[in-house]
């Protein structure tokens, strides 16, 4: 489109296609004029063209030529300075606009539509919610951080809007509550500069194909790993890299499609911490580095089965980039905030009766916030209801200590990477965090350590004096509650809080979305009296999902004591490839109702811990269970905020997890019925064959099976009617 793009663009799209053609349209004639032709010539090709019916004649006189082109060009140059890109007459004249008093309102609206739909959304109701919160001073900033062209994607727009509807917020002291950012973007219109750069532009486009959409995935994956960027834009990396010096940054994807209403993309495409030590030319590489693994990651599994699975496969899907001064300070070698966490509005998943879903919940780990979007092995970051702080889905102090967070996820500086750190090595290392807030003395294991002559203080860290004797879970809930009402829509954020030497806490807002929910839906009545024989399991509490009443057509089983017997790692991983290949013949979850259930963790990364599925490969199942298994310490997590918690969400998938040896949970399941499901796995998928005693497929259909669960009782029980 004319006007539309900068000089440098149109440059690039010059060197890349085989035919360019100049179209105009002038006192009602039509004129081609062709620019570029691959292979071809002929003496009159590159004439102006004047379209007569159904052809184009060539405008040989070169009196008529000239009288036609310099009207045009005179025209064109009433409406831009030719000798500037398009992108920057734009933001020239937005920065006229918002320096003139005399301009009117309407100029200034249509100013900044045009801007917020050239920077920031093509989704309706992002650009109305931009449009309702941020100025065109604000956008004059954006551009001035901004790296390229284009959007700035999902993640940055919803910080931004985030950000500024607190500031206006008169119930929060939004100066002393809020930390600064000094965020840089990196436009959507670099991603298709690299393709092009590169050479992957012929890849690119055979991927966006049906049959090329997961087949071609792999190789342009690889390819995006290596390739180099123009000289502009590496002028204006080095440049950025300068600017933050070796303060430590994080480089975030911002996809067009993330962070919007019902779309999350949470977890899908990477995110990179930079510790950002050592000399430039170091530090720049490693930035490169960074920018290729998110560029590659648009090319993930799991990404692209999510963008499949809601019809996104043909949404174009551009990739810019958030980058971000990481939070925290320093201590000693390493680099941290004091406290991060995810933030949602709606507590839906209540977990104890009595609990407000309205109330909204925290999930809060010490160190970075890795720990808290992510089910992390063998650590359990501590789960807040706001209405309730101090209850939690556990009781005793073993247990606390058990569920509790074990291990800090921080940036070395000394060795400039990223490391998890033991809790405990900290302690001993003196470093300094508000430990009185963070966390309680294990008076018991203190007893038994002072008996053997060690100094060492158990601490186990459970935030509960930094959300009950603080304002910090009523400043959190405030922030939610004003974010959800400015969105009319639940939400979800990512949050870092550090502490000054005064003792008050400062929040820093790292990204904020809309979340899907589908609330607790209506009552069910769980029938009183169900015979022993029919119950197949039942639990009080611990599942996800709301109220449902739902029939089961066939049972997936991962046998835990059969699993756990596996020798190798390696066939715990085929286990995982063998449930994806059951999953992936479920056609839908509107045909047939499956329910999957397996020892410990689904979709850890840690085989000994659970099934290392990955999202694509369960996505079909209607009701997932996670079952205890103390042989292994399988445990699972009802993993609230997490990225698996929002693909549960947005997917439908009913969650519960299943303590069969905890006399308090209420729990009971019938090891018979399991002992007995056949071996299935043989003729449903022949190459896993060999896992038939591990896999086990039950159809259930005319078996009339069923699942209950009522919020209210706090009940769920799966039985035959």
Same mark, same amino acid.
């Given at each position: 489109?004319?006007?539309?793009?900068?000089?440098?663009?149109?440059?690039?799209?010059?060197?890349?296609?085989?035919?360019?053609?100049?179209?105009?349209?002038?006192?009602?004639?039509?004129?081609?004029?062709?620019?570029?032709? @691959?292979?071809?010539?002929?003496?009159? $090709?590159?004439?102006?063209?004047?379209?007569?019916?159904?052809?184009?004649?060539?405008?040989?006189?070169?009196?008529?030529?000239?009288?036609?082109?310099?009207?045009? #060009?005179?025209?064109?140059?009433?409406?831009?300075?030719?000798?500037?890109?398009?992108?920057?007459?734009? #933001?020239?004249?937005?920065?006229?606009?918002?320096?003139?008093?005399?301009?009117?309102?309407?100029?200034?609206?249509?100013?900044?539509?045009?801007?917020?739909?050239?920077?920031?959304?093509?989704?309706?109701?992002?650009?109305?919610?931009?449009?309702?919160?941020?100025? *065109?001073?604000? *956008?004059?900033?954006?551009?001035?951080? $901004?790296?390229?062209?284009?959007?700035?994607?999902?993640?940055?727009?919803?910080?931004?809007?985030?950000?500024?509807?607190?500031?206006?917020?008169?119930?929060?002291?939004?100066?002393?509550?809020?930390?600064?950012?000094?965020?840089?973007?990196?436009?959507?219109?670099?991603?298709?500069?690299?393709?092009?750069?590169?050479?992957?532009?012929?890849?690119?486009?055979?991927?966006?194909?049906?049959?090329? &959409?997961?087949?071609?995935?792999?190789?342009?994956?690889?390819?995006?790993?290596?390739?180099?960027?123009?000289?502009?834009?590496?002028?204006?990396?080095?440049?950025?890299?300068?600017? /933050?010096?070796?303060?430590?940054?994080?480089?975030?994807?911002?996809?067009?499609?993330?962070?919007?209403?019902?779309?999350?993309?949470?977890?899908?495409?990477?995110?990179?911490?930079?510790?950002?030590?050592?000399?430039?030319?170091? =530090?720049?590489?490693?930035?490169?580095?960074?920018?290729? =693994?998110?560029?590659?990651?648009?090319?993930?599994?799991?990404?692209?089965?999510?963008?499949?699975?809601?019809?996104?496969?043909?949404?174009?899907?551009?990739?810019? *980039?958030?980058?971000? =001064?990481?939070?925290?300070?320093? %201590?000693?070698?390493?680099?941290?905030?004091?406290?991060?966490?995810?933030?949602?509005?709606?507590?839906? /998943?209540? @977990?104890?009766?009595?609990?407000?879903?309205?109330?909204?919940?925290?999930?809060?780990?010490?160190?970075?916030?890795?720990?808290?979007?992510?089910?992390?092995?063998?650590?359990?970051?501590?789960?807040?209801?706001?209405?309730?702080?101090?209850?939690?889905?556990?009781?005793?102090?073993?247990?606390?200590?058990?569920?509790?967070? %074990?291990?800090?996820?921080?940036?070395?500086?000394?060795?400039?990477?990223?490391?998890?750190?033991? &809790?405990?090595?900290?302690? =001993?290392?003196?470093?300094?965090?508000? *430990?009185?807030?963070?966390?309680?003395?294990?008076?018991?294991?203190?007893?038994?350590?002072?008996?053997?002559?060690?100094?060492?203080?158990? @601490?186990?860290?459970?935030?509960?004096?930094?959300?009950?004797?603080?304002?910090?879970?009523?400043?959190?809930?405030?922030?939610?509650?004003?974010?959800?009402?400015?969105?009319?829509?639940?939400?979800?954020?990512?949050?870092?809080?550090?502490?000054?030497?005064?003792?008050?806490?400062?929040?820093?807002?790292?990204?904020?979305?809309?979340?899907?929910?589908?609330?607790?839906?209506?009552?069910?009545?769980?029938?009183?009296?169900?015979?022993?024989?029919?119950?197949?399991?039942?639990?009080?509490?611990?599942?996800?999902?709301?109220?449902?009443?739902?029939?089961?057509?066939?049972?997936?089983?991962?046998?835990?004591?059969?699993?756990?017997?596996?020798?190798?790692?390696?066939?715990?991983?085929?286990?995982?490839?063998?449930?994806?290949?059951?999953?992936?013949?479920?056609?839908?979850?509107?045909?047939?109702?499956?329910?999957?259930?397996?020892?410990?963790?689904?979709?850890?990364?840690?085989?000994?811990?659970?099934?290392?599925?990955?999202?694509?490969?369960?996505?079909?199942?209607?009701?997932?269970?996670?079952?205890?298994?103390?042989?292994?310490?399988?445990?699972?997590?009802?993993?609230?905020?997490?990225?698996?918690?929002?693909?549960?969400?947005?997917?439908?998938?009913?969650?519960?997890?299943?303590?069969?040896?905890?006399?308090?949970?209420?729990?009971?399941?019938?090891?018979?019925?399991?002992?007995?499901?056949?071996?299935?796995?043989?003729?449903?998928?022949?190459?896993?064959?060999?896992?038939?005693?591990?896999?086990?497929?039950?159809?259930?259909?005319?078996?009339?099976?069923?699942?209950?669960?009522?919020?209210?009782?706090?009940?769920?029980?799966?039985?035959?009617?």
């Amino acid at each position: 489109m004319r006007n539309r793009h900068s000089f440098k663009t149109v440059a690039r799209i010059r060197d890349t296609t085989q035919l360019l053609i100049d179209v105009y349209h002038y006192h009602g004639d039509c004129y081609v004029h062709l620019l570029k032709v @691959w292979n071809r010539y002929s003496p009159t $090709m590159f004439l102006p063209h004047i379209q007569q019916k159904e052809k184009f004649v060539p405008i040989a006189n070169s009196a008529d030529a000239a009288k036609v082109f310099s009207e045009i #060009f005179k025209k064109g140059s009433k409406s831009a300075k030719r000798n500037l890109d398009y992108w920057d007459q734009l #933001f020239l004249k937005a920065e006229d606009l918002a320096g003139s008093k005399g301009i009117s309102r309407d100029s200034k609206e249509q100013m900044m539509d045009q801007l917020c739909r050239v920077i920031l959304a093509r989704d309706e109701k992002m650009l109305g919610l931009a449009k309702e919160n941020l100025t *065109l001073e604000d *956008l004059l900033n954006i551009k001035a951080r $901004m790296i390229g062209t284009g959007f700035i994607g999902g993640k940055s727009v919803g910080m931004l809007i985030a950000r500024s509807i607190l500031a206006r917020a008169k119930s929060l002291e939004t100066e002393k509550l809020f930390e600064a950012h000094d965020s840089f973007y990196i436009g959507s219109d670099v991603f298709y500069t690299y393709i092009v750069e590169n050479g992957l532009w012929k890849d690119h486009m055979a991927q966006r194909t049906p049959e090329g &959409f997961f087949e071609k995935a792999g190789k342009l994956h690889e390819r995006l790993l290596t390739g180099i960027f123009p000289e502009e834009i590496k002028d204006q990396f080095l440049q950025m890299i300068e600017y /933050f010096g070796q303060s430590p940054i994080i480089v975030r994807s911002s996809s067009l499609l993330e962070d919007s209403y019902g779309n999350a993309f949470a977890g899908k495409y990477e995110s990179v911490f930079l510790v950002n030590q050592g000399p430039p030319e170091e =530090r720049y590489s490693k930035f490169v580095e960074a920018v290729r =693994r998110i560029y590659a990651s648009t090319m993930n599994p799991d990404a692209l089965s999510y963008r499949l699975q809601r019809g996104l496969d043909q949404m174009d899907e551009q990739m810019a *980039l958030l980058v971000q =001064r990481v939070s925290g300070a320093y %201590h000693k070698d390493y680099f941290f905030p004091d406290a991060a966490g995810v933030g949602i509005s709606q507590n839906v /998943f209540v @977990w104890k009766r009595g609990l407000d879903p309205k109330a909204g919940m925290l999930r809060l780990v010490l160190g970075l916030g890795t720990r808290a979007v992510n089910r992390v092995e063998g650590d359990y970051p501590r789960v807040v209801a706001l209405d309730e702080p101090l209850l939690k889905a556990y009781d005793g102090m073993a247990a606390t200590q058990r569920f509790s967070q %074990h291990d800090v996820d921080v940036l070395n500086i000394k060795e400039n990477t990223l490391q998890t750190v033991p &809790f405990r090595k900290l302690l =001993r290392e003196k470093i300094n965090v508000p *430990l009185d807030l963070f966390a309680i003395k294990d008076e018991e294991v203190a007893e038994k350590l002072r008996a053997s002559g060690s100094d060492e203080e158990p @601490w186990i860290i459970t935030f509960d004096n930094l959300v009950s004797e603080t304002k910090f879970g009523a400043t959190m809930q405030k922030i939610l509650k004003t974010l959800e009402a400015a969105y009319g829509y639940p939400v979800d954020i990512e949050f870092t809080v550090n502490f000054k030497k005064d003792g008050a806490f400062q929040v820093n807002l790292l990204q904020c979305r809309p979340m899907q929910t589908k609330g607790l839906g209506h009552r069910v009545r769980i029938p009183k009296t169900i015979p022993k024989n029919r119950i197949v399991f039942q639990s009080k509490g611990n599942f996800l999902g709301g109220n449902i009443l739902q029939a089961i057509d066939k049972i997936i089983y991962v046998d835990p004591k059969a699993y756990c017997g596996l020798d190798t790692q390696s066939e715990r991983y085929d286990v995982a490839r063998a449930v994806g290949e059951l999953n992936r013949k479920i056609e839908s979850r509107d045909k047939a109702a499956v329910m999957l259930l397996g020892p410990g963790r689904w979709g850890t990364t840690t085989p000994s811990l659970g099934v290392p599925v990955s999202f694509a490969e369960i996505n079909h199942i209607t009701v997932l269970g996670e079952i205890a298994f103390t042989a292994e310490n399988n445990c699972p997590e009802i993993s609230f905020g997490t990225h698996f918690f929002q693909d549960l969400v947005e997917t439908g998938i009913f969650y519960v997890a299943l303590f069969p040896d905890d006399p308090g949970a209420g729990v009971s399941m019938d090891q018979k019925f399991f002992d007995a499901i056949p071996k299935t796995l043989r003729k449903l998928a022949p190459d896993y064959k060999k896992y038939e005693d591990v896999v086990k497929v039950y159809d259930v259909k005319k078996n009339a099976l069923k699942i209950a669960a009522d919020v209210l009782s706090q009940k769920v029980v799966c039985y035959f009617e």
